[in-house]
C-alpha cells in the first residue's frame, strides 16, 4: 500500500509556474505508475500526465510542452512541473499510484481505484 501526499499548489499569475509534488507518506512508487489529474467543478476529471515505473512518460495534449513530469530516484516523490499556466489551469490537482490510470466522472468516483491523495489546490490569476 502507498499512501500518495500532494503538495506545491497556490496562487499564480498567467504565465507562471508551479511545481507540484506527490510524496509516498507510506510505502513507495516502485512498481506502480503515478498519474496526475485535476479536477474543475462541473467537469469530468482529467488525466493531464503519467510516468510509469521504468520511466515511460504520457502528456494530455492540453499540457504537453508545459507541464513536465519527473520521480526521484529512491521512487518515493513524483514531480509535475507546470510552465506558462493559463486561467483554465485553476483546479485542484491530484496524484495517485494507479494500475489504470484512466478515469470516469469527477475525481471522487475513481478514488477506490488505486491510492490517491488528498488534492492541492492551484489557482491562476491576475
Known amino acids: 500500500e ?3 501526499v500532494e503538495s506545491g499548489g497556490g496562487s499564480v499569475l498567467p ?3 508551479l511545481r507540484l509534488s506527490c510524496t509516498a507518506s507510506v510505502g513507495t ?3 506502480s505508475d503515478v498519474a496526475w489529474y485535476r479536477q ?10 503519467t510516468i510509469s515505473d521504468d520511466g515511460t512518460t504520457y502528456y494530455a495534449g492540453s499540457v504537453k510542452g508545459r507541464f513536465t513530469i519527473s520521480q526521484d530516484n ?3 516523490t513524483v514531480y509535475l512541473q507546470m510552465n506558462n499556466l493559463s486561467l ?4 485542484v490537482y491530484y496524484c495517485a499510484a494507479v494500475t489504470d490510470p484512466n478515469v470516469a466522472g469527477p475525481c471522487q ?3 477506490g481505484f488505486g491510492y490517491w491523495g488528498q488534492g492541492t489546490q492551484v489557482t491562476v490569476s491576475s
Open 88 to 91: 483554465e489551469d485553476t483546479a
Open 109 to 111: 468516483l475513481n478514488f
Open 74 to 76: 529512491v521512487k518515493k
Open 29 to 31: 512508487f516502485a512498481y
Open 15 to 17: 504565465g507562471g509556474s
Open 40 to 49: 474543475v467543478i462541473g467537469k469530468p476529471c482529467e488525466l493531464l500526465s
Open 2 to 4: 502507498v499512501q500518495p
